[in-house]
């Protein structure tokens, strides 16, 4: 079966431009992540979708970073006014069980360039 | 602040010697401890996953082992290969969290 897909794969923005990012989770997860890799360092997470409770926004870093969910399907992630420490590959996971336990099965990623 | 703290960094061994990574963590209320494989490009994706009622989990090549009064969990890769060079990155998590990564380890493997 298809995994999580990501598009686009790459993206190269002006500073000060918006830019939204999809995620497609596997079919049937509830869950839904997002995080952010920058070059060499870890994952950072950013934001958390369960079902149809409020999203954990705790680790988006500013008002610039917005996201949503449309249910248990696609996810977009905005970031407004992009700016050049914004550089990085957003990633997102899914995972069949809530909370910690659960497998996340990650996508490829975004690379963003913020030039 | 990070709640996983990963070591080494990187590290560089030969074919068929063993690698080793190394975790710690502070917050007593993780009970999930998950390692991550990732190559270049791709996202990350599960290698093996250890709960604290065990003190190792085996998979393979692959062993976790577990200390929970030192709060510490390692990742042993037996028998390296060439085809193990990737960042593998350890992570934490309790029942109601999001996991909490580690900074990752670069390994590499030479012939």
């Known amino acids: 079966g298809a995994g999580v897909s990501q598009s686009p794969s790459n993206k190269v923005t002006e500073k000060g431009k918006d830019v939204e990012l999809r995620c497609d989770p596997i079919s049937g997860h509830t869950a839904l992540y997002w995080y952010r890799q920058r070059l060499g360092q870890g994952l950072e997470f950013l934001i958390y979708f369960q079902g149809n409770s409020a999203p954990d926004k705790s680790g988006l870093p500013s008002d610039r970073f917005s996201a949503e969910r449309t249910g248990e399907s696609v996810s977009t992630l905005t970031i407004q006014r992009t700016q050049q420490e914004d550089s990085a590959v957003y990633l997102c996971?899914?995972?069949?069980?809530?909370?910690?336990?659960?497998?996340?099965?990650f996508g490829p990623g975004t690379r963003l360039t913020v030039t | 602040q990070q709640q996983v703290k990963q070591s080494p960094q990187s590290l560089i061994v030969q074919k068929g010697g063993i690698s080793i990574i190394n975790c710690a963590y502070e917050?007593?209320?993780?009970?999930?401890f998950p390692w991550y494989q990732q190559f270049p490009g791709k996202g990350p994706a599960l290698l093996i996953a250890?709960?604290?009622?065990?003190s190792e989990k085996k998979e393979g090549r692959f062993t976790i082992s577990f200390n929970k009064s030192a709060k510490q969990f390692s990742l042993h890769i037996m028998d390296s290969q060439p085809g193990d060079s990737a960042t593998y990155f350890c992570?934490?998590?309790?029942?109601?969290?999001?996991?909490?990564f580690g900074a990752g380890t670069q390994v590499v493997v030479t012939p």
């Open positions: 996971a899914s995972s069949l069980v809530s909370r910690g336990y659960g497998e996340q099965y």
């Open positions: 992570a934490a998590a309790d029942s109601w969290g999001k996991l909490q």
């Open positions: 917050n007593t209320a993780f009970d999930y």
């Open positions: 250890i709960r604290p009622d065990v």
